[in-house]
């Protein structure tokens, strides 16, 4: 079973960058498909960004195109969020998630999930 850990969330003023990580035990993460998602206050949990196992595979949700990026390291087993040009309305708690055959927008297809990292972005 792929045990999920993200980590780098933070506070940062609009504008600025983080660069969120998501490593991977019991698994080796190239064979799955991994997606970004994130719960701002009174929101429902929402797709942000997926790498499917399938290479060159990326998908983001509109309002972060040319600004997020999801990349992989193999050799760590990790899944990174580069995230740029932050605004207010990414304010939120960010989770990975992971499974092999999920279709990469869509939440429930995932079976793993990490415990989530908050990312607060000023005006």
């Known amino acids: 079973q792929v045990q999920l850990v993200e980590s780098g969330g933070g506070l940062v003023q609009a504008g600025g960058s983080l660069r969120l990580s998501c490593a991977a035990s019991?698994?080796?993460?190239?064979?799955?498909?991994v997606g970004w998602f994130r719960q701002a206050p009174g929101k429902e949990r929402g797709f942000v960004a997926a790498?499917?196992?399938?290479?060159?595979?990326?998908y983001y949700v509109d309002s972060v195109k040319g600004r997020f990026t999801i990349s992989r390291d193999n050799a760590k087993n990790t899944v990174y969020l580069q995230m740029n040009s932050l605004k207010p309305e990414d304010t939120a708690v960010y989770y990975c998630?992971?499974?092999?055959?999920?279709?990469?927008?869509?939440?429930?297809?995932?079976?793993?999930w990490g415990q989530g990292t908050q990312v607060t972005v000023s005006s």
């Open positions: 998630a992971a499974d092999l055959r999920a279709s990469p927008k869509v939440l429930r297809d995932y079976d793993y």
């Open positions: 019991g698994g080796t993460l190239s064979r799955y498909t």
């Open positions: 790498d499917g196992w399938y290479a060159g595979a990326t």
